[in-house]
T-cell receptor, first 116, second 113 residues
Framework: GAVVSQHPSRVICKSGTSVKIECRSL??????MFWYRQFPKQSLMLMAT?????????EQGVEKDKFLINHASLTLSTLTVTSAHPEDSSFYIC????????????FGPGTRLTVL | SQKIEQNSEALNIQEGKTATLTCNYT??????LQWYRQDPGRGPVFLLL?????KEKRKERLKVTFDTTLKQSLFHITASQPADSATYLC????????????FGGGTRVLVKP
């Protein structure tokens, strides 16, 4: 099956620093990837849709200057949390859909971000 | 606005029994519905997709039904095992283009031996 990886799996940083999270589709090309965040005991909230070769589409209420997304290739999307603050601490998960019209999404293992 | 509701209370069930989870939605007519499994600290894993013209779908010990009149999907785990313990999420595509998924809050299942 399709495999999506994320790196790092965990990151702890100081307030004010920026953190980059990578999302890779390992065995398929993904023109579209999705970024979600999940707070404890809550469901996934879509943050943005990452489009290869063009700007990301952000959901309402998500600051695009705060959460920078770059979809540099057909297998890599990055999410950079800029000037992170404790309230940005969360579980960030990416997903991708394989080409060919399939509707299911394949998720990465997630990145736990803790901002001190 | 669109709303997806899953029972937020954990479902405790004895091994070997059937677990039944409910997903209700409002203000929406999705072309399909999906179910995912999520283990603690991990990303969701796709389980099943059921289309609006399908009443029932099965995969091994899993069974999903889709009632577009009631706007409800039921997810059954038959002959449940402790390894089935996880949170189960239903997801529907957004009304807008792009097939973005909107997830329900999930129901945690705990299968006791």
């Amino acid at each position: 099956g399709a495999v999506v990886s994320q790196h790092p799996s965990r990151v702890i940083c100081k307030s004010g620093t920026s953190v980059k999270i990578e999302c890779r589709s390992l065995d398929f090309q993904a023109t579209t990837m999705f970024w979600y965040r999940q707070f404890p005991k809550q469901s996934l909230m879509l943050m943005a849709t990452s489009n290869e070769g063009s700007k990301a589409t952000y959901e309402q209420g998500v600051e695009k200057d705060k959460f920078l997304i770059n979809h540099a290739s057909l297998t890599l999307s990055t999410l950079t949390v800029t000037s992170a603050h404790p309230e940005d601490s969360s579980f960030y998960i990416c997903s991708a859909r394989p080409p060919g019209g399939a509707y299911e999404q394949f998720f990465g293992p997630g990145t736990r971000l803790t901002v001190l | 606005s669109q709303k997806i509701e899953q029972n937020s209370e954990a479902l405790n069930i004895q091994e070997g029994k059937t677990a039944t989870l409910t997903c209700n939605y409002t203000n929406y007519s999705p072309a399909y519905l999906q179910w995912y499994r999520q283990d603690p600290g991990r990303g969701p894993v796709f389980l099943l997709l059921i289309r609006e013209n399908e009443k029932e779908k099965r995969k091994e010990r899993l069974k999903v039904t889709f009632d577009t009149t009631l706007k409800q999907s039921l997810f059954h785990i038959t002959a449940s095992q402790p390894a089935d313990s996880a949170t189960y999420l239903c997801a529907l595509p957004g009304a807008a283009a792009g097939n973005k998924l909107t997830f329900g809050g999930g129901t945690r299942v705990l299968v006791k031996p």
